[in-house]
């Protein structure tokens, strides 16, 4: 077929390595493409954008469910910063304040959090016991490395 | 999953990145037609959105591993999506194979003789009749696929030339192509989505 005696084979697993190496543009490129196609592009995403939320909305990696999981298991935690959730506003602010000293300026949740007077009640347990989780795991990693 | 790789998972534009990966995959899919004969369509329906959906519930859930460290997301996903594809083809193609042999005897095929071609395999090797008639088959198969592929862009001297840099042996990435024709890579790009577009529209075996 060619000065280079390429089989039929393999020129068309050439081309097919060639399709793959394709650069399909800017979003708005693809979109029209996928029109030309016949596909809703709006659709599309809008579908896989809702799949994607619900699943990381759920997912065990989401800080929200360890939290809730630390919720079930907190009463097996040996806490020696703070006590249940029935403390004060006071005492979670300061606990709060006695974590962020010991995890740093790291977690997101902190960040979102620098004035305690505007945040609920409710809230601030949710960063504590966030914050208390974190602060779990960061000893038990230590712990690791020091064994 | 650590909790930066679920983090960044958490900050991506999952409608883009969905619309670029069913893009690929129709892209791809379409050559893994042409390698297969034809045999192996799989850009129907619905079924380039339920590849890319399995693979992003699987990258999401954990099942497929993304490594930030290792490279960006997006490359990754579409080797993702070739792998997926990649088993779907073999397994049409092995399905086909399958049927082809239930559907004819041993003794059919050798009743028609076989070519002299086989008569040489079958002196240097262990091939079957069947397993001889089906390459045989395949060879004709994908015979009518570059048939088809140099039709689709006769008369059409970009996508020609594209085509005969290929053929020529050129490196088949998009910037030796470029090299080689001397144009933009972005031309050779959308000279290769014009390719593909054509194809997909004009169909194989449909």
Same mark, same amino acid.
């Given at each position: 077929m060619s000065n280079h005696e390429l089989t039929d084979r393999d020129f068309l697993n050439a081309l097919a390595k060639l399709i793959k190496e394709v650069d399909l543009g800017s979003p708005d490129e693809i979109d029209a493409e996928l029109r030309t196609l016949g596909y809703d592009p709006e659709s599309l995403g809008n579908k896989m954008e809702s799949i994607a939320k619900e699943l990381l909305d759920k997912s065990p990696h989401n800080w929200r469910n360890k939290g809730q999981e630390l919720e079930e298991k907190r009463e097996k935690i040996d806490s020696s910063v703070s006590g249940p959730f029935s403390q004060t506003r006071d005492d979670i602010i300061a606990a709060i304040?006695?974590?962020? %000293?010991?995890?740093? %300026? #790291?977690?997101? #949740?902190?960040?979102?959090y620098r004035n305690f007077e505007d945040v609920p009640d409710e809230d601030l347990s949710s960063l504590l016991a966030e914050m208390e989780f974190l602060a779990k795991e960061q000893n038990m990693t230590n712990d690791s490395a020091d064994e | 999953m650590d909790d930066s790789t679920f983090q960044q998972l958490q900050q991506q534009d999952w409608h883009k990145i969905n619309n670029e990966l069913i893009l690929?995959?129709?892209?791809?899919?379409?050559?893994?037609?042409? &390698?297969?004969?034809?045999?192996?369509?799989?850009?129907?329906?619905?079924?380039?959105?339920?590849? @890319? &959906?399995?693979?992003?519930?699987?990258t999401l859930?954990?099942? !497929?591993?993304?490594?930030?460290?290792?490279?960006?997301?997006?490359?990754? /996903?579409?080797?993702? @999506?070739?792998?997926?594809?990649?088993?779907?083809?073999?397994?049409?193609?092995?399905?086909?194979?399958? !049927?082809l042999?239930?559907?004819?005897?041993?003794?059919?095929?050798?009743? !028609?003789?076989?070519?002299?071609?086989?008569?040489?395999?079958?002196?240097?090797?262990?091939?079957?009749?069947?397993?001889? /008639?089906?390459?045989?088959?395949?060879?004709? /198969? @994908?015979k009518q696929q570059v048939d088809f592929i140099l039709d689709l862009v006769s008369n059409k001297p970009e996508l020609e030339d594209v085509v005969l840099a290929i053929l020529d042996g050129c490196e088949p990435k998009p910037r030796f192509i470029a090299k080689q024709l001397d144009v933009e890579v972005k031309e050779i790009n959308n000279r290769l989505k014009r390719l593909c577009r054509l194809a997909i529209k004009e169909g194989t075996y449909e």
């Open positions: 304040q006695r974590l962020r %000293e010991q995890l740093g %300026e #790291v977690t997101l #949740v902190t960040a979102h | 690929h995959t129709a892209y791809i899919a379409k050559s893994y037609s042409w &390698q297969s004969g034809g045999t192996a369509e799989l850009a129907k329906g619905s079924t380039l959105k339920d590849i @890319v &959906q399995h693979v992003i519930e699987k859930n954990g099942d !497929r591993k993304w490594d930030p460290d290792k490279g960006p997301l997006m490359p990754w /996903l579409k080797d993702q @999506v070739n792998s997926v594809v990649d088993a779907l083809y073999k397994s049409a193609t092995n399905r086909r194979e399958v !049927r042999r239930e559907d004819e005897s041993s003794t059919d095929i050798l009743e !028609r003789g076989p070519t002299q071609a086989s008569h040489l395999l079958f002196a240097d090797t262990q091939v079957t009749p069947e397993e001889l /008639l089906l390459a045989e088959e395949d060879a004709l /198969l @994908v």
